[in-house]
């Protein structure tokens, strides 16, 4: 039956997106509705009556207390007439709980309900009529008058749908149209197979060039409004208070679904532990993502301010609690304009991107399917406000680490003669490794080796038996990233070798991972320079020499084309800005808006020339790996 399918939205799908902790008030008491046909013959003889009680009462938290108010007296009126419905409800709940408006989002029998009851019309005899009805439970909201039933309809009709989203498989994203499941077919299932199976209209209109040269600053301007930064900066700032480390970013992780949760934004999670994969627009292809890390380092914070980390020993020092709010920001700006999106944008809050490879975990995850480009974001405390940097092509080495445990034989210092020497042997090693870049390497190709760790030995007068060298190598190219790695090897087993020791190498670890040089698409940056010159001028956009420091972005790039780019964070008051991993690090926040605009502005300029085919054709990004 039609209304047993009914039910089981009511009931089962809005607990899901409105679970009963989430109630009217403190007390966390909330609105009932009982639903249930009349047995009353019906003024039209396709539209039965329908009678509506409505119940605020107590809740599982406070299982004691007893309901507050009852409208029994609801009964009888038929909800096809909303206006008399409507005033009762008022007049009952001034009178009962001195409230002006009752929050009780009507539901019309005359337009929703008696689509779901038209094919019982007219069953007198149907059993089941009689013992047909079940409960909601409706949370504190804005009043629904009965101008706005419809348009509340729509939207609850579509943020069902969104939510119920986030349990289904991976692989419905990419069903068939004509294999998804019929209305019928999909509360029956118990779980959606479209993202967007009640969406929202969007328009049609193709947007003109004018007027997409004017989308960046529009969205800079909506970014900028007092509620929207004031917004952004507590969002960045209650990150802050609680930095959390790699794969551990659960704190950090809730809040950014509770955001996304106000927003009316689905997502999955979790994906990778802590991540979060949020959906705005049509939930139909071109899909592009905009990425933001959530982890934090393992620092103590030394400046002093009112929001200084209250997690001894963590540290949000690479700025990824600005990035976290300059997603969130641009997924505020998408929602509030999804209505001029042709197509979907993909949000990817990730965790463990110092060092954790949080990035291939989040592809081994799904976070890019069906996604076709990606954009990520820096924060940058030696670039202006308003400005940004970034480069097409090698923007950020690839880099590796090594561990080498270098075997002699030990004895008194006093008779080297007896004894193997490791620490000699180790100190020709280091050496040697430094003519790998200087001897061996093209000038022209800018590669590093350092080695940061020697441990061995405890006493003035023992030559040890072992010791431990550990270091990085990196490149802009795959090539001589790994025609490194070779070399090092090779160096280290042969001159300890020379010196009579043995020599065992080992290079990725579980929490030591290689990271790809971080290479922008040539077509990606087209589109970035423009975005970026519509919104900052084209004095705000700055060419930037290529950086020896590596980011697990480029993961993602080694999957799908890729862009990253920095975001100007200078913190004037300083004399000197702050490095990136110091615990004296801080930034701009006056910065958030601008990162939060072009994440926005890259996604509709990205789906606009997708729609229209006037963009530039994204080359392969593995056949642009291979050219370096």
Not at 100 to 129: C, N
Not at 404 to 422: E, W
Request: proline share 6%; hydrophobic share 40%; with cysteine.
């Amino acid at each position: 039956m039609e209304i047993e399918a009914l039910e089981a939205i009511l009931m089962d799908d809005f607990k899901e997106i409105h679970p009963s902790e989430s109630g009217l008030n403190t007390s966390n008491r909330c609105f009932e509705i009982t639903i249930c046909p009349q047995d009353d013959d019906a003024d039209e003889p396709n539209i039965p009556l329908v009678r509506l009680a409505l119940i605020f009462s107590h809740t599982e938290k406070y299982p004691d207390e007893p309901p507050l108010l009852d409208l029994k007296s609801l009964k009888g009126i038929p909800t096809g007439d909303l206006r008399v419905l409507k005033e009762k409800l008022e007049q009952e709940a001034a009178e009962n709980l001195g409230m002006s408006m009752v929050y009780t989002l009507v539901t019309s029998a005359k337009e929703w309900l008696s689509e779901r009851f038209a094919q019982d019309a007219g069953d007198e005899d149907d059993e089941e009529d009689e013992v047909a009805k079940d409960e909601i439970i409706i949370p504190h909201g804005e009043p629904v008058t009965v101008d706005s039933f419809l348009a509340w309809r729509e939207r609850f009709e579509a943020e069902l749908a969104l939510e119920r989203a986030k349990l289904m498989p991976d692989s419905a994203l990419a069903a068939p149209k004509e294999k998804r499941l019929s209305g019928r077919q999909w509360f029956e299932s118990g779980r959606a197979a479209s993202l967007f199976l009640c969406k929202p209209i969007f328009s049609e209109k193709i947007l003109s060039p004018k007027e997409l040269s004017e989308i960046p600053k529009n969205f800079l301007k909506f970014a900028k409004k007092d509620e929207v930064f004031d917004w952004m900066v507590g969002v960045r700032r209650k990150i802050h208070e609680h930095p959390e480390l790699g794969y551990e970013e659960f704190e950090t992780s809730k809040l950014v679904r509770e955001e996304l949760d106000k927003m009316g934004i689905p997502y999955k999670y979790p994906v990778s532990i802590t991540g979060v994969v949020g959906y705005v627009g049509t939930g139909e292809a071109p899909f592009v993502a905009i990425r933001a890390d959530m982890d934090a380092l393992s620092l103590q914070e030394m400046v002093e301010w009112d929001h200084k980390s209250k997690n001894p020993g963590k540290m949000h020092a690479c700025g990824h609690d600005a990035h976290v709010a300059m997603l969130l920001g641009a997924a505020k700006i998408l929602q509030e304009h999804r209505h001029i999106l042709k197509g979907t944008a993909v949000l990817i809050f990730q965790p463990a991107e110092e060092g954790g490879g949080g990035a291939k975990k989040m592809i081994e995850g799904g976070a890019l399917e069906n996604v076709e480009a990606i954009f990520g974001i820096h924060s940058s405390t030696f670039l202006p406000l308003g400005e940004v940097s970034t480069r097409s092509g090698p923007l950020l080495a690839g880099s590796g680490f090594f561990e080498a445990v270098i075997s002699g034989k030990g004895g008194h210092a006093a008779i080297p003669q007896h004894s193997i020497d490791p620490i000699l042997a180790a100190s020709n090693v280091i050496v040697s490794l430094q003519h790998l870049v200087s001897r061996e390497a093209d000038p022209l190709d800018s590669q590093v080796v350092t080695v940061a760790k020697f441990e061995g030995g405890d006493a003035f007068n023992v030559i040890p038996d072992s010791v431990t060298i550990g270091g990085t190598f990196r490149a802009f190219s795959s090539e001589s990233f790994l025609q490194l790695k070779q070399r090092i090897e090779q160096v280290i087993v042969g001159q300890a070798a020379v010196q009579r020791c043995n020599a065992t190498v080992s290079f990725e670890t579980d929490d030591k991972i290689f990271f790809p040089p971080t290479v922008n698409n040539n077509n990606l940056h087209k589109l970035f320079q423009r975005v970026a010159g519509d919104m900052l001028g084209a004095g705000g956009v700055k060419d930037m020499q290529p950086l020896m420091g590596s980011e697990d972005f480029s993961f993602y790039q080694e999957i799908i084309p890729g862009y990253f780019f920095f975001v100007g964070m200078k913190d004037e008051a300083l004399e000197q800005p702050t490095f990136h991993h110091s615990p004296y690090f801080t930034i701009n926040e006056a910065a958030l808006p601008f990162g939060a605009a072009l994440h926005a502005s890259l996604v509709v300029g990205y789906l606009s020339d997708a729609h229209t085919g006037t963009g530039t054709p994204i080359i392969d990004q593995q056949h642009h790996h291979d050219e370096l």
